[in-house]
């Protein structure tokens, strides 16, 4: 298959000027003997007449030795095409029609800083279209991409690059689509260069030091843009307006709609008596500061003395009533104090078995910093770690990542806290960062953490509780009133809302090899209006490569299984199990670790539309009454199975399936299958189908869930 980008004209090997015509030079060079193949083994620069893939091979091999050679690229190696058709691509290398594509070496730890001479072998791949060193480790200035014309995505988020970036530096790479340099500590003016790129989609700047006036980029393209907490200053452009509030806050000097602040009267302008009054302005401040940080200590201590005399003589807990309607210990982390049971909790506890804990030991050192609890989302009010501490709570259930409990505060309000065991890949540092960057999601289709507790051992996260529960329940748990409601129009419109979450996701956490990760009916919740909610999305850069093998769904897509790797189209791979899950009414097999069990709606799937029997597949309580709607169904049912297709390459990507799933009505076909009529006379379709409901309403089928 041909690359996704073969469109895109290819760099210039040399300078325009040495292509003037020559006769004889052409000549000469037509009786020239035919070169031969010569693969060095040390390293050395690749010969010009090495076959593609090994050539991209030799100049990786040298990106790689540049970076130190980490352990982890140990399966680049000297000599070997990284896209052979007879091994596994290359670690971190994404590859396309038998060439390198793109390099993802997100989160794998990588350091160091990155200069001219590791970036010029990357000049040599010519196919080079995407570069991803996100959540990593790496300092220093910019990398001198600007050599790669021909890239369409940059994404470097979650470093420890600094310095200012050179104004030209986007200048000449045109093809640009995506730029993320967001949570690094780049200073100066933003680049003017980036108004040059007139296919840019997404820049994220957000979380550096950037200085001064935003460029006034009034292009059409860009659907993406953020430059939150950096130290702008000015007026929005007018082209910049359209974006959200959350992409401008944190710049105190910024002014004018999106801003808080309607009027730029009085805004920042450099004269020598305004930066004569900075100094008295900022000595003012750090007086300022000084009393508040006074006060807020004093306040610490007078709250710790309290927080240990009420908790002198008791445990924290939990309540927790399960199925029975007994109750159980339930601990949490303390924020301070010691850990002894009081005998006034001893009468709540249990039979082990029944017991449920979300605390664990206090790591060795550990101080009262590390039992607060950290509010990143206060759309449902601010509440602390004490609030918890005093709520009723009961368990939801257990997952590949962690178990999840209902906790109802005083006040009424009710979340979910889940106990995080596995999200240990980063430190304290880049796990704070990386649920911060979750807390300003903003989706109707997506639930947004509200707070989380953070320990080397365990982690906490706070999400507003929603009362209906996940789809795979409704589906598959509840035969009574949320599953009666899940008739056709209410499984479309769930689909479609998950799909538009998706893309969301795709969009604002681009720089993750899969943004979603674990996408599957029970991480998708039904709001009042049976709206969908997805969660627990976003973990990859927190969760260890081993354990999320294990725990995310993602990895149970086909390139993840036979050659572990994963990638957007993964999530795709996730979507489309959903789709065919809302259509057959089955639980599907691939949720199952060990296989036993379910239904295998994949291979279902591929079997009944090969067989043009997709009727057979459509759960029978949402065509019952409504078989106009039949051809719509199989419509959905066609975009499902192109979804999980095996060959990622053959699948769409997020925003392609969901503008197919948009197209896709209630009633009738979109997609030239023909559409259905309201003529009282039954076709010899409808007939076959009446028939065959009819069979499978009388049949005993049972699914098993074990």
Not at 214 to 243: H, W, Y
Not at 409 to 416: D, L, S
Not at 629 to 643: D, N, P
């Amino acid at each position: 298959m041909a690359p996704l980008d073969a469109h895109l004209p290819r760099p210039p090997l040399h300078h325009p000027s040495l292509f003037q015509p020559c006769v004889v030079l052409l000549l000469l060079l037509s009786y020239a003997p035919a070169p031969t193949l010569v693969v060095a083994q040390d390293g050395s620069q690749p010969k010009a007449d090495m076959p593609t893939g090994l050539n991209d091979g030799m100049n990786l091999v040298r990106f790689k030795q540049a970076l130190g050679s980490p352990a982890v690229l140990s399966s680049w190696m000297q000599g070997v095409n990284p896209c052979g058709d007879t091994r596994a691509p290359w670690t971190g290398v994404i590859c396309a029609g038998g060439i390198v594509t793109g390099l993802r070496l997100g989160g794998m730890g990588l350091s160091g800083t990155i200069n001219e001479t590791a970036v010029e072998p990357l000049a040599n791949i010519q196919g080079l279209r995407t570069i991803s060193l996100a959540n990593n480790k790496f300092s220093g200035d910019i990398p001198p991409f600007g050599v790669l014309v021909a890239l369409k995505s940059v994404f470097l988020s979650n470093n420890h690059f600094s310095g200012a970036i050179d104004g030209d530096y986007f200048s000449d790479m045109a093809h640009l689509k995506k730029v993320w340099l967001s949570e690094n500590a780049f200073t100066g003016k933003i680049p003017s260069s980036l108004l040059k790129l007139s296919l840019l989609m997404e820049l994220h700047l957000e979380d550096n030091q950037f200085s001064g006036a935003i460029p006034d980029m009034d292009t059409q393209t860009l659907t993406s843009f953020n430059v939150s907490n950096n130290k702008l200053e000015g007026e929005v452009p007018a082209g910049l307006q359209r974006f959200d509030e959350s992409a401008f806050t944190g710049n105190v000097g910024l002014c004018g709609p999106k801003t808080g602040k309607t009027s730029c009267e009085g805004a920042v302008a450099s004269s020598p008596a305004s930066a004569s009054d900075g100094k008295e302005v900022e000595s003012g401040r750090a007086v300022m500061v000084s009393v508040v940080l006074a006060m807020l200590l004093l306040a610490l201590i007078a709250g710790l003395v309290i927080v240990k005399k009420r908790r002198e003589d008791s445990f924290d807990t939990l309540g927790v009533e399960n199925g029975s309607g007994d109750s159980v210990s339930v601990s949490l982390p303390r924020v301070g104090g010691s850990s002894k049971r009081s005998s006034s909790s001893t009468h709540r506890q249990h039979d082990s078995s029944r017991k449920s804990s979300i605390s664990s030991k206090r790591s060795a050192g550990g101080g009262d910093a590390h039992g607060e609890l950290v509010m990143v989302n206060q759309d449902k009010g601010a509440f602390a770690l004490s609030d918890l501490m005093k709520a009723a709570a009961e368990v939801l259930g257990n997952g590949g990542l962690g178990s999840a409990y209902k906790a109802v505060m005083a006040n009424g309000v009710a979340v979910v806290v889940k106990r995080m065991r596995d999200l240990n890949r980063m430190g304290r540092d880049g796990f704070e960062a990386e649920i911060r960057r979750l807390g300003r999601l903003r989706h109707p289709n997506i639930l947004t953490p509200l707070a989380y507790h953070y320990r080397k051992e365990e982690k906490l996260l706070i999400f507003e509780y929603v009362e209906k529960g996940s789809l795979l329940y409704a589906l598959h748990g509840d035969r009574g009133v949320h599953h009666a409601a899940l008739d056709w129009p209410t499984r479309l419109r769930i689909i479609k809302g998950v799909a538009k979450g998706m893309v969301y996701l795709h969009t604002e956490l681009a720089s993750s090899d899969v943004p979603h990760g674990n996408l599957k009916s029970g991480n998708i919740l039904l709001g009042p209006e049976y709206e969908p909610l997805l969660v627990d999305y976003g973990y990859l850069p927190l969760v260890n490569p081993s354990q999320a093998s294990v725990s995310m769904f993602a990895y149970k897509s086909p390139e993840a299984v036979q050659h572990r790797q994963v990638s957007g189209k993964s999530d795709v791979y996730c979507l489309g199990v959903v789709i065919l899950e809302l259509l057959t009414g089955k639980f599907p097999s691939q949720y199952l670790n060990n296989g036993k069990g379910g239904t295998d709606v994949v291979e279902w799937a591929a079997s009944a539309i090969a067989d043009r029997r997709e009727i057979d597949l459509i759960d029978p309580e949402i065509v019952t009454g409504t078989k106009q709607s039949v051809a719509s169904m199989e419509q959905l049912l066609r975009i499902g199975a192109t979804c999980v297709d095996p060959r990622p390459e053959s699948r769409p990507d997020a925003r392609e399936a969901a503008r197919r799933i948009e197209e896709v009505s209630v009633e009738g076909g979109g997609d030239g299958d023909g559409t259905r009529g309201t003529d009282s006379a039954p076709s010899a379709r409808d007939a076959v189908l009446t028939s065959r409901l009819s069979a499978r309403e009388h049949s005993t089928e049972e699914f098993s869930m074990s």
